[in-house]
């Protein structure tokens, strides 16, 4: 156990402890967003591997549910804002959770431009359609989105989950209409299956690609102080989010395939999939997907920023960025935080859409979302590794029975093996599809961590360790 650790009294100092289960599993499936998922890497998946892209997102979902036991067994012991940053804090030391805290500020920063920039662009299609967008009204528009994403978040954790409910069932109803339309229409629409050669490159950076829509289910790990009962719902609320995402893709991933020409879902023709498909089963009422879509990447929007925002949170408390990202307002939100990444966002948004000549960089760097969303989750898996396997030497404290966890010791030394085969074969495969310089880009930013560890290893001062208003279920950990 780190020395010098700080014993938090709970609520009292810090958020509020406000959301229950079925505030938290919303969270976990709307910060998802299988809809605005499947529009934004369908047509990726599609011209890079087909019919195998099903396949390959199967494949990845493996690790990624178990990485959602894996998750619930550290909530249980570690409940923190910081979740995985503090997870490994407390099992693998402050120089590892210094370098995969800049993963993580990388992995979730680099996830939300991504995610602005189409919510204005399915704006403008769902209300001015005969209009080509101009970038300056994109960056209008993402602006708009942006603010309003930021008014739950400063009002805190209880209306940001209830204005999520009502973007989650809209979301919802329209996964299960289009669901059942796409089965019903499924005979008259319906093209022939046809996998073809295997594309081992295409299907390898599916994989990765996939990363970026089977997380998110994560998000009620970070919500952990602000959860009514920190050890108990936080990381169940998780795996409801992952298998119901799995859930979404097996239905909406291969009635689009089995519903639209391969050629016409590719993105290099500059469609969205989601569209297209919805041209076949709907006709001229096609522009209806744009409902749910806007619905999926609007609650994508501000949830992302949720995580990242309590991450920040947990880490300016103990000094490893500025003070400043750990203070709260108020209404116990850190409001520093959450301004901070906006605010950013929107610089970032600006440049890649008014400034040509620096549109393609940031299209690169952001592009590597999925290889550290990928990064992130495997040292999660590693922690969790070292937390079964020598928990009870490192944290003798900590109740811990590792003959009680064999078998999801066993699951995640598999998952992290994939995990870290596909970000190598990632780093093989991606130049050839994303572009020729993201393995610079990638390892730049890698490099770059060891340089976050170095500027920061003096400004760290003990660990906070959460308890909460729930320290009596400690014991049943």
């Known amino acids: 156990m ?25 969270l976990s499936v709307s910060s998802i967003g299988p809809v605005f998922s499947v529009a934004a890497t369908g047509g990726l998946m599609a011209s890079v591997a087909g019919w195998w892209a099903l396949p390959a997102i199967a494949a990845l979902a493996v690790p990624f549910v178990v990485a959602s036991f894996v998750f619930r067994l550290l909530n249980r012991h570690f409940p923190s804002a910081g979740a995985s940053y503090h997870w490994s804090a407390r099992v693998m030391g402050r120089r590892v959770s210094r370098y995969q805290a800049w993963i993580l500020i990388l992995a979730y920063f680099f996830s939300i431009p991504p995610i602005a920039i189409p919510a204005a662009s399915y704006t403008i ?14 960056v209008l528009v993402a602006l708009f989105w942006i603010v309003f994403a930021s008014i739950p978040l400063l009002l805190g954790a209880r209306p940001t989950a209830q204005l999520t409910k009502a973007f989650f ?10 669901g059942a339309l796409g089965l019903f229409r499924l005979h008259s629409t319906g093209v022939p299956v046809h996998f073809g050669p295997f594309p081992m490159g295409g299907v390898l950076i599916v994989a990765v690609v996939a990363a970026t829509i089977l997380d998110g289910w994560e998000i009620d790990s970070y919500a952990a102080e602000e959860s009514a009962r920190p050890r108990k719902d936080p990381g169940l609320s998780g795996i409801i989010g992952a298998f119901l995402a799995i859930a979404f893709y ?14 016409l879902l590719a993105r290099t023709g500059g469609t969205d999939p989601l569209a297209a498909w919805a041209t076949r089963i709907l006709g001229p009422e096609h522009w209806l997907i744009l409902v749910p879509i806007l619905a999926s990447t609007a609650g994508g929007l501000w949830l992302t920023t949720y995580i990242l925002t309590r991450a920040l949170y947990a ?41 040509t000549s620096l549109a393609g960089f940031f299209n690169l760097v952001l592009s590597a979302a999925g290889f550290f969303l990928l990064a992130e989750f495997f040292l999660d898996t590693l922690t969790a590794i070292v937390f079964l396997a020598y928990g009870h030497r490192k944290l003798p404290d900590v109740a811990i029975r590792p003959h009680a966890h064999r078998v999801l010791l066993g699951l995640a030394v598999v998952s992290a093996t994939i995990m870290g085969l596909l970000l190598i074969a990632f780093v093989v495969y991606a130049p050839k599809v994303i572009g020729s310089q993201i ?20 400004r760290v001062r003990g660990t906070y360790v959460f308890h909460g208003n729930d320290a009596q279920a400690a014991a049943e950990a």
């Not at 650790?5 to 509020?16: D, I, K, L, P």
């Not at 069932?169 to 289009?178: D, G």
């Not at 393995?439 to 003096?458: C, S």
């Open 169 to 178: 069932l809209i979301e919802m109803v329209s996964l299960l209409f289009f």
């Open 125 to 138: 299609a769902l209300i001015a359609p005969s209009h080509p967008a101009s970038n300056y009204a994109v």
């Open 2 to 26: 780190p020395p010098q650790e700080e014993q938090a009294a709970g609520s009292e100092r810090g958020m509020r402890q406000v959301l229950q289960i079925f505030d938290l599993f919303p």
């Open 315 to 355: 880490m300016g408390r103990e000094r490893l960025v500025p003070t400043r990202f750990g203070s709260l307002n108020h209404r116990r939100v850190p409001q520093f935080a959450t301004v901070s990444v906006l605010g950013l966002v929107l610089v970032v948004v600006a440049l890649q859409m008014l400034v």
């Open 250 to 263: 097996a239905i909406l991933y291969p009635l689009m395939f089995a519903e639209t020409p391969m050629r």
């Open 439 to 458: 393995d610079t880009v990638i390892a730049v930013l890698l490099a770059a961590g060891f340089g976050f560890v170095t500027l920061t290893y003096r």
